[in-house]
């Protein structure tokens, strides 16, 4: 169950990082995330990154730095995967940690 969530998750956060290009709203990535993912998702899909670690973003630009990082929440079990992009022509993963899921 934890496996299909998790996989359900990574799909929408890869899907949202390839809608990343100057002019998207961060609200319309918020949006597609909120649709496959349900009531479950209950956050927006990321903030940038600058001065402060939170910052208020509207409208992607070229240079921007934002994360992308979709996550479900229910009963005692959470799941969240979160990278950081640069806003270029499209996205620019700069996290570099691994997508595997490693069950213990």
Not at 63 to 72: D, S
Not at 74 to 89: H, K, M, P, S, Y
């Amino acid at each position: 169950k934890d496996r299909a969530l998790y996989n359900k998750v990574i799909k929408v956060q890869q899907a949202c990082i390839k809608k990343v290009a100057p002019g998207v709203k961060l609200k319309e990535l918020t949006a597609y995330a909120k649709k496959r993912l349900g009531k479950q998702f209950i956050h927006g899909i990321g903030h940038g990154v600058g001065v402060e670690i939170h910052e208020p973003v509207d409208k992607l630009k070229k240079g921007m730095v934002v994360t992308i990082e979709p996550g479900v929440y229910g009963q005692d079990r959470g799941i969240r995967i979160e990278d950081t992009v640069l806003v270029a022509g499209g996205a620019e993963v700069l996290t570099a940690s691994s997508r595997e899921l490693f069950v213990l």
